[in-house]
């Protein structure tokens, strides 16, 4: 059974509107992470989150909010949404590791197109 | 960046064939994971390879690691058509135990 969820799946929205993306996990995991992945640039950090009420911010933060409620849950929210950020965003879960050897589970993936 | 100059590669081969892929980094790090992505779906870690450990192997997959060169390769051996997929590599270049910086990956398409 899939231990990161994500929803929607597809969504397509307005420029201009709000949009949020949601995220589960069953893991357990204390970190939770969310990414946009776009054509030549793999894999870019928006937000991250060390547990229930932490947000942090990843690489590329400018126009995203993050919401962590919960263990489980993890939120992307984007307040004003652009084309700029039609994408496919990823949310990940894993363990707090020392030396970088905690590996991340991902989820399967939303495909967001701004008009 | 934390990553060496490169394009997103295209690897084709036919199945059977060995393949290498390779990434360089810029910053130090004690590890490198790499990652695969089928299509549709989200990366998976499929090998991960300390700076202690030079080589891994993990069934037909071999990684490899030069701290010296801050260069790691992953090669697959008798490449079979499932193997097609996008592979990333990725380390913790801050150190913090928590953050991956991924490459941009190397797209493989393997025919029968």
């Known amino acids: 059974e899939a231990a990161v969820t994500q929803s929607p799946r597809n969504k397509v929205a307005v420029t201009g509107g709000k949009v949020t993306l949601s995220c589960n996990q069953t893991?357990?995991?204390?970190?939770m992470y969310w990414y946009r992945q776009d054509t030549g640039h793999g894999l870019r950090l928006i937000h991250y989150?060390?547990?229930?009420?932490?947000?942090e911010k990843g690489d590329i933060p400018d126009g995203y909010k993050a919401s962590r409620p919960s263990q489980e849950n993890f939120s992307l929210i984007l307040e004003l949404a652009t084309p700029s950020q039609t994408s496919v965003y990823f949310c990940?879960?894993?363990?707090?590791?020392?030396?970088?050897?905690?590996?991340?589970?991902f989820g399967p993936g939303t495909r967001l197109t701004v008009l | 960046s934390q990553w060496g100059e490169e394009n997103l590669q295209a690897l084709s081969i036919q199945e059977g064939e060995d393949v290498t892929m390779n990434c360089s980094y810029k910053t130090y790090t004690t590890v490198v994971h790499w990652y695969r992505q089928d299509s549709g779906r989200g990366p998976a870690l499929i090998i991960l390879i300390r700076s202690n450990e030079r080589e891994k192997r993990s069934g037909r997959l071999r990684a490899t690691l030069d701290t010296s060169s801050q260069s790691s390769s992953l090669s697959i051996t008798a490449a079979q058509c499932e193997d097609t997929a996008v592979y990333f590599c990725a380390t913790d270049w801050e150190g913090t135990g928590s953050k991956l910086s991924f490459g941009k990956g190397a797209k493989l398409t393997v025919s029968p």
């Open positions: 990940a879960s894993g363990d707090a590791g020392w030396g970088g050897f905690a590996e991340q589970f």
């Open positions: 989150s060390y547990g229930a009420g932490s947000t």
């Open positions: 893991n357990n995991h204390n970190n």
